[in-house]
């Protein structure tokens, strides 16, 4: 009730700046937690996309060939399927169609993608718990040796150097814990093992 009380008095222009900003004041003395900010580890922000250069050069490329290699080449697929008239049983011309429709539904989802596209910066990568654009160093609390992974940004993934996008499940097991902490990890989905964090550096881009 008090948020949407909030709303009203900030879209209430008849109101007047002064009355406005005095009824607000009372809103926030008797409802000091509206103001409260809660901050959001940023790998669970909806609002934003972590991306590596390379990554992000991917997903432009993946767009670039979409829209000017695969929709022409649909376009005229459409023409030619549509040259051999009558629509109603033409599947060539269905198919071309339903083609089309996937493609423009992939273009706008990474238009979407893009728009909330941030560049991770090794610079601003915390090292006192894990986050995303890191290598982090672990010890295995069975075997007893040392291994690195790391976790980086949207469509980063190499299995052969134990590189993550933060969005996938062995990422988020890891996001958030810190040094010297122990973390239970699969790496197969299936067998769980433990392990100490041992070092965190920001990776390099």
């Given at each position: 009730?008090?948020?949407?009380?909030?709303?009203?008095?900030?879209?209430?222009?008849?109101?007047?700046?002064?009355?406005q900003s005095e009824?607000?004041?009372?809103?926030?003395?008797?409802?000091?937690?509206?103001?409260?900010?809660?901050?959001?580890?940023?790998?669970?922000?909806?609002?934003?996309?972590?991306?590596?250069?390379?990554?992000?050069?991917?997903?432009?490329?993946?767009?670039?060939?979409?829209?000017?290699?695969?929709?022409?080449?649909?376009?005229?697929?459409?023409?030619?399927?549509?040259?051999?008239?009558?629509?109603?049983?033409?599947?060539?011309?269905?198919?071309?169609?339903?083609?089309?429709?996937?493609?423009?539904?992939?273009?706008?989802?990474?238009?979407?993608?893009?728009?909330?596209?941030?560049?991770?910066?090794?610079?601003?990568?915390?090292?006192d718990h894990v986050?995303?654009?890191?290598?982090?160093?672990?010890?295995?609390?069975?075997?007893?040796?040392?291994?690195?992974?790391?976790?980086?940004?949207?469509?980063?993934?190499?299995?052969?150097?134990?590189?993550?996008?933060?969005?996938?499940?062995?990422?988020?097991?890891?996001?958030?814990?810190?040094?010297?902490?122990?973390?239970?990890?699969?790496?197969?989905?299936?067998?769980?093992?433990?392990?100490?964090?041992?070092?965190?550096?920001?990776?390099?881009?």
């Amino acid at each position: 009730m008090a948020q949407a009380f909030r709303r009203h008095i900030e879209r209430a222009e008849g109101l007047g700046p002064s009355i406005q900003s005095e009824m607000l004041s009372i809103l926030a003395e008797a409802f000091p937690k509206l103001y409260v900010k809660v901050e959001v580890p940023l790998w669970d922000d909806a609002s934003s996309l972590y991306f590596s250069r390379e990554g992000l050069k991917t997903k432009e490329s993946e767009l670039d060939d979409i829209v000017n290699v695969k929709m022409r080449e649909n376009a005229k697929a459409i023409g030619e399927a549509a040259s051999r008239g009558d629509l109603s049983e033409n599947s060539e011309y269905k198919y071309a169609l339903e083609e089309r429709d996937l493609l423009r539904a992939r273009v706008a989802n990474i238009n979407a993608d893009l728009a909330k596209a941030k560049l991770i910066d090794p610079a601003t990568v915390p090292t006192d718990h894990v986050s995303v654009g890191q290598q982090i160093r672990l010890k295995s609390m069975q075997a007893g040796g040392d291994m690195t992974l790391m976790i980086m940004g949207v469509g980063d993934g190499d299995l052969t150097k134990h590189m993550y996008s933060y969005q996938t499940p062995i990422a988020r097991q890891i996001l958030g814990k810190k040094l010297g902490e122990k973390v239970k990890l699969s790496f197969d989905g299936k067998t769980e093992a433990e392990y100490e964090i041992l070092e965190i550096t920001a990776s390099v881009d």
